[in-house]
Structures are given as C-alpha cells and as structure tokens.
C-alpha cells in the first residue's frame, strides 16, 4: 500500500511521504490562489473550487476566502453549501457534508489524529478518521469538529462548541465538548408576518 492509500484506509501513514507532500502542497497552491481573487469572481473562484475538489459542481458552493485545506479531494459538499471567513479543513480522510449546510466564520473539520507518545508522534506519524455532516446543518462560528464525528440532519452547533462525539438529527448542540441541549421543534420557525421583525 502507499502512504496515501493507508491514510485514505484510516490506518498509520507517514505524513513526510512524496506524493502526499505534493498533493499538500497543490492543495495551498490552489488555496492560495483561491484567497487572492477578487471576491467578485464567481467564474475563476469555481475553476480552483472545481480543480481543488475533484469534483464538477452541479450548482456553485461558496467558500468565503480564506479558505484553507490539505488536500480537498476527500472534501465532498452537497448543494446550497455556504462558509463564511476562515475555514480550515485538514482532509486526510474524507469530511462530507450534506445539502443546506450553512459554516460559520473561524471554523475547523479537523481529521487527523497523531500519537499521544511524544517519541511516536516525532516520527511524523498519524492517522485519519472521516467527518461526516448531514444536511440543513447550521454551524455557529468558531466551532471545532474532530476526526470520526458524525453530525445528523437539521442540526444547530452553538458558537464557540468543540464537537467530540457524534450529535443527533433535529437538536441544537453546543458546549465544549459539545452536547445536545434541546430538540428544535415548531416553536422555533420565526412568524415572518409579524410586523416587528
């Protein structure tokens, strides 16, 4: 196996390998690239999406720069995907989000893992397990979600919440680590006939 084929398989890889080094850094180049356009580009902004994801999108995505990540290949999003400033995804595994999936600003989808024992983990050593997001998920900002999360359908992550474990469908969650507090129910939809908001 190579090194990107074990890190994709979530087993220990050697994150000093040649190929994976390269992929990283086409990633920043394209990151960068990506932050410096003007942000009225729409057309050139879809092209490094488009080239950064591996993917053609069916409708755009907005990545509001900066934007960063390590590879973008294992980043899938779902329609109507929307970030705000300051995104950080570390995808050595995949990091999956559904349609309707709205990100705060200074927020992380972070993969990786490294050893505990500082011996291993100076061998430039890790692993990687996946971020899975559902769909019409709303992330405050400053929010954290660590590697092997999964996030369920019509969820709310409060501002400033480090996710640690998986959160169910349909709760507004927050805390550090991050818990279900509540389910949102009707009484949450805003009357938008009434005349003071």
Same mark, same amino acid.
Request: net charge negative; aromatic share 8%.
């Given at each position: ?93 995949? =990091?999956?989000? *559904? !349609? +309707? %999936?709205? @990100? #705060? ?7 990786? /893992? ?34 092997? =999360?999964?996030? *369920? !359908? +019509? %969820?709310? @992550? #409060? ?7 998986? /959160? ?30």
């Amino acid at each position: 196996m190579t090194e990107k084929e074990k890190m994709i398989a979530g087993k220990v890889y050697d994150c000093t390998d040649t190929e994976l080094v390269n992929a990283r850094n086409k990633a920043k180049t394209l990151c960068r690239d990506y932050n410096n356009l003007d942000p009225t580009n729409i057309v050139a902004q879809t092209a490094i999406i488009t080239e950064l994801l591996q993917k053609e999108p069916d409708e755009f995505r907005c990545f509001t720069a900066p934007f960063w990540c390590d590879y973008g290949f294992n980043v899938k999003v779902g329609k109507n995907f929307y970030s705000n400033h300051n995104l950080v995804i570390l995808d050595c595994a995949e =990091v999956i989000f *559904g !349609d +309707n %999936v709205f @990100i #705060g600003p200074n927020c992380g989808f972070y993969t990786a /893992i490294h050893p505990i024992d500082a011996k291993q983990r100076n061998m430039e050593i890790e692993w990687a397990k996946p971020i899975k997001v559902g769909s019409d998920v709303w992330f405050g900002g400053g929010v954290t979600v660590l590697p092997g =999360v999964t996030i *369920g !359908d +019509n %969820v709310v @992550i #409060g501002a400033g919440s480090v996710v640690v474990k998986d /959160i169910p469908s349909g709760v507004v969650a927050v805390g550090n680590p991050c818990k279900p507090i509540r389910k949102i129910t009707e009484a949450d939809k805003l009357d938008l006939n009434d005349p003071n908001i």
